[in-house]
């Protein structure tokens, strides 16, 4: 399953950057920037994570969906890695409360062997599920890739 919107011209190929033909870095800075947010219209915490994705410099456009199971499912996101709300950034599905510092690692490091990173759940202190108190649960971030293998991604 291929993300939407994604295809093999959304990174340059091996053979692109041998001969030059791959887009130039200002151009690829630029279009990573953008960042399509999906979420359920009930859920208050996605906006809190999409400001905080807008403080860190990307352009963030959210869009309220009532299907997010077809979205996750459509992006290739594995059940057993869902969250509230699922992003699209770079041709990378980005699921639940992610870290913006994962988020650009993966842009940098472009790895062509994951689908997308994601936090499981929706844990306490993670970006855009901070508590009054303080209080935070442990949590890692995983990458996933369309052959269904999940390893933890470390930014």
Same mark, same amino acid.
């Given at each position: 399953?291929?993300?939407?919107g994604?295809n093999?011209?959304?990174?340059?190929?091996?053979?692109e950057?041998?001969?030059?033909? =791959? &887009?130039?870095? $200002?151009a690829?800075a630029?279009? +990573?920037?953008q960042?399509? /947010?999906?979420r359920?219209?009930?859920?208050?915490c996605?906006?809190?994570?999409a400001?905080?994705?807008?403080?860190?410099?990307?352009?963030?456009?959210?869009?309220?969906?009532a299907?997010?199971?077809?979205?996750k =499912? &459509?992006?290739? $996101?594995?059940d057993?890695?869902a +969250?509230?709300h699922t992003? /699209?950034?770079g041709?990378?599905?980005?699921?639940?409360?992610?870290?913006m510092?994962?988020?650009?690692?993966?842009?940098?490091?472009?790895?062509?062997?994951?689908?997308?990173i994601?936090?499981p759940?929706?844990?306490r202190?993670?970006?855009?599920?901070?508590?009054p108190?303080g209080?935070?649960?442990?949590?890692?971030?995983?990458?996933?890739?369309?052959?269904?293998?999940?390893?933890e991604?470390r930014a």
């Open positions: 399953m291929m993300l939407a994604c093999s011209s959304s990174r340059p190929t091996a053979a950057e041998k001969n030059g033909n =791959a &887009r130039t870095p $200002v690829n630029t279009k +990573s920037r960042m399509l /947010v999906y359920d219209p009930e859920c208050g996605c906006e809190a994570w400001d905080i994705a807008r403080k860190a410099g990307y352009q963030v456009t959210v869009e309220n969906r299907d997010m199971a077809a979205v =499912a &459509r992006l290739g $996101v594995p057993q890695l +969250s509230c992003a /699209v950034i041709g990378y599905a980005i699921e639940g409360h992610v870290p510092r994962h988020i650009a690692r993966l842009l940098q490091d472009n790895p062509r062997d994951i689908r997308g994601a936090v759940g929706m844990p202190g993670s970006p855009g599920m901070e508590m108190d209080s935070a649960d442990a949590f890692d971030v995983m990458a996933f890739g369309g052959d269904g293998k999940i390893s991604f």
